[in-house]
């Protein structure tokens, strides 16, 4: 009988160490498992902190040089544009995320205003250009077979190009485009274009509504003489004009 019961003690034992080792690895496998997790999680928010970083920083590199274009823009039109919404939009959201707090689809909103104005800023540029080279540019389109061969073609060509890529407002750009028209001035002199001449191609050029008495003898025979003739569309209209 005593044997029986130290046997039976024995397998108490044995089964409790066996529980407790169990029970030792499951909590093991618990503080594993939890640690793991809370190494995921920092991992991924470490993850987004970067990505909201390196996003934030040209997101604010594309608003600083749109700064920098309106105050070269602002020497020479009057239109303004209000940045300080965005600015001050710009500088909550960045003290937020010091204190890791960030908002990746608020800054996405900011990006999305940010193109906005600098739409806005290229159609200002490209209205000041169109007022200071369209009538004379069209007038240069519009006699371009006239023109072809000469050096000035290539030279007005290359300006063109240069005020056209330049950053809006900037020195280069306006200084390109006053050599443009200078230049094209000169060519247009150079072609000695009678006065009657001159004014029917830019009415031309800016797409103003012609009449006869636009084109008087000295238009004709320029035109006749310059293979023109076959260029000109005659059309009738109800309305009266000038």
Known sequence: MRKWNLRLQRLEVGQMETNNRLIEMIENSKREGSNYLKVKRLNSQKADIVNFSSHFDIVYMDFIKIEESLKLMYKIINEK?????????????????????????????????????????????????????????????????????????????????????????????????????????????????????????????????LTLKDLNAEVYDWLQANGFSSKINVSFTSNERR
């Open 81 to 209: 544009i209000d940045l300080e919404p965005t600015k001050s939009s710009l500088i909550l959201l960045k003290e937020k995320f010091n204190k890791d707090d960030y908002d990746m689809a608020y800054l996405n909103t900011l990006k999305r205003e940010i193109a906005l104005i600098n739409l806005k800023i290229l159609e200002l540029w490209n209205n000041y250009i169109g007022q200071k080279t369209a009538a004379i540019s069209g007038v240069l389109e519009t006699i371009n077979t006239i023109i072809a061969e000469l050096p000035e073609r290539t030279i007005l060509y290359q300006k063109k190009t240069l005020f056209s890529r330049a950053a809006p407002g900037s020195q280069e750009a306006i200084n390109a485009i006053d050599e443009y028209t200078k230049l094209a001035s000169s060519l247009i002199a150079k072609l000695d274009l009678k006065d009657s001449v001159l004014n029917f191609l830019k009415l031309i050029a800016t797409g103003k509504n």
